[in-house]
């Protein structure tokens, strides 16, 4: 999934030879190094703090609902937040998806590429959380249409937390 984002330059010639041999990275590490540097840059340029916080999803919430804004008025920026969306919500999805995991470090939940959904945030074959899918949802529906990254990041925390009440088909 991630092997196009990310290509480095085979080295030749002497240069080469003197280099010491890297450490093999992930493609989805190198991914969630590119996201995650790339939405505290953008918070920064929206004026928001993003510190890996809870405190910071409202900030992540108002950059969505901007993107949702330009979404809508395709017109002031010639379209260009169509043909975005994907990245801006991986951007954003990534950031909610590591505030989750730094604020609830002993939850059992890291990084997964799951079939069928991507990068996301999942503990074991079980419950997963795709915040990049959110993040996305409120670029393109908004929040007033039920897409909102907070209340979904509280959702997720229960969840992580085993304060989400699992589903009894019994009804008991």
Known sequence: MFGNWFRRKKE??????????ETAVPEFVKF????????LKIGEDYGET???TPASIPAVSRILDEYHRRYLHPEEDQGLIHNKVNAF???FGVYVGETLLRTHPN????????????LVVAKGE?????????????????RENGDEIGSFFA????LMEGRFPPTDPTGS
């Open 126 to 142: 079980g419950y997963h959380i795709d915040a990049i899918a959110k993040a996305a949802k409120q670029i393109v529906n908004g």
């Open 32 to 39: 969630l190094g590119y996201c995650l540097g790339n939405a």
């Open 89 to 91: 919500a991986s951007i």
């Open 107 to 118: 939850s059992g939940y890291g990084w997964a590429e799951k079939e069928g959904f991507g």
């Open 12 to 21: 030749t010639g002497p240069e080469a030879e003197r280099t010491a041999p």
């Open 155 to 158: 959702v997720a925390e229960d």
């Open 50 to 52: 993003l510190d890996y």
